[in-house]
C-alpha cells in the first residue's frame, strides 16, 4: 500500500512539473493579434460583460474580425480624426457665430457620458462679459 502511494506521489509531482514548466514557456512569436482581439471580443460575449444579446454579440465580433483580416476596420486612432473631420462638416450648416462656437465645441469641447450609458455628448462652456442688447431698442 505504501509503494501504491509512492507511485501516486511520484505521478503527481511529474504532473506538477510537466504544468510548470508549459506555463514558464515563452509566449508564440506567431500570435495574431486580429484574432487575439476576436478572442477577447468572444469572450466578452459568451460572459456577458457586453451590453448586446450574445447572438448579436458573436455575429458583431466575427464580421469585425473578418473586416479586420481584409484590412477594411479602421483602427481606433484613425476613427476619431475621421469623426472630428465629419463634426466640422457638420458645423458648416451653422452660420456666423454659432458656426464658430460649433467648431470649437468640436476641438475643445468636454465628452461626458458612455456608449453603453445611451450616448456621449460634447459641451463647450463660453463665459462672455458682454452686455446684451435690449429686446426692443
Same mark, same amino acid.
Request: with cysteine.
Given at each position: 500500500?505504501?509503494?501504491?502511494?509512492?507511485?501516486?506521489? =511520484? $505521478?503527481l509531482g511529474t504532473a506538477l512539473l510537466a504544468l510548470s514548466s508549459a506555463q514558464a514557456a515563452p509566449a508564440a512569436k506567431n500570435v495574431d493579434p486580429l484574432r487575439l482581439q476576436y478572442e477577447r471580443e468572444k469572450a466578452d460575449c459568451m460572459t @456577458? /460583460?457586453?451590453?448586446?444579446?450574445?447572438?448579436?454579440? &458573436?455575429?458583431?465580433?466575427?464580421?469585425?474580425?473578418? +473586416? =479586420?483580416?481584409?484590412? /477594411? &476596420?479602421?483602427? !481606433? @486612432?484613425?476613427? #476619431?480624426? +475621421?469623426?472630428?473631420?465629419?463634426?466640422? /462638416?457638420?458645423?458648416? =450648416?451653422?452660420?456666423?457665430?454659432? %458656426? =464658430? $462656437?460649433?467648431?470649437?465645441?468640436? %476641438?475643445? @469641447?468636454?465628452?461626458? *457620458?458612455?456608449?453603453? *450609458? @445611451? *450616448? +456621449? &455628448?460634447?459641451? &463647450?462652456?463660453? %463665459? #462672455?462679459?458682454?452686455? !446684451? /442688447? #435690449? !429686446?426692443?431698442?
Amino acid at each position: 500500500m505504501n509503494s501504491h502511494r509512492c507511485r501516486i506521489a =511520484a $505521478l503527481l509531482g511529474t504532473a506538477l512539473l510537466a504544468l510548470s514548466s508549459a506555463q514558464a514557456a515563452p509566449a508564440a512569436k506567431n500570435v495574431d493579434p486580429l484574432r487575439l482581439q476576436y478572442e477577447r471580443e468572444k469572450a466578452d460575449c459568451m460572459t @456577458g /460583460k457586453s451590453n448586446q444579446p450574445r447572438n448579436v454579440c &458573436l455575429r458583431e465580433a466575427g464580421a469585425a474580425y473578418a +473586416q =479586420a483580416r481584409q484590412g /477594411k &476596420l479602421v483602427s !481606433p @486612432g484613425d476613427r #476619431s480624426e +475621421q469623426w472630428a473631420a465629419n463634426a466640422l /462638416k457638420r458645423c458648416e =450648416a451653422q452660420n456666423g457665430e454659432d %458656426r =464658430a $462656437l460649433c467648431e470649437r465645441r468640436v %476641438r475643445e @469641447g468636454v465628452v461626458e *457620458g458612455s456608449v453603453g *450609458g @445611451g *450616448g +456621449q &455628448l460634447k459641451t &463647450l462652456t463660453v %463665459r #462672455s462679459t458682454d452686455i !446684451p /442688447k #435690449s !429686446p426692443g431698442g
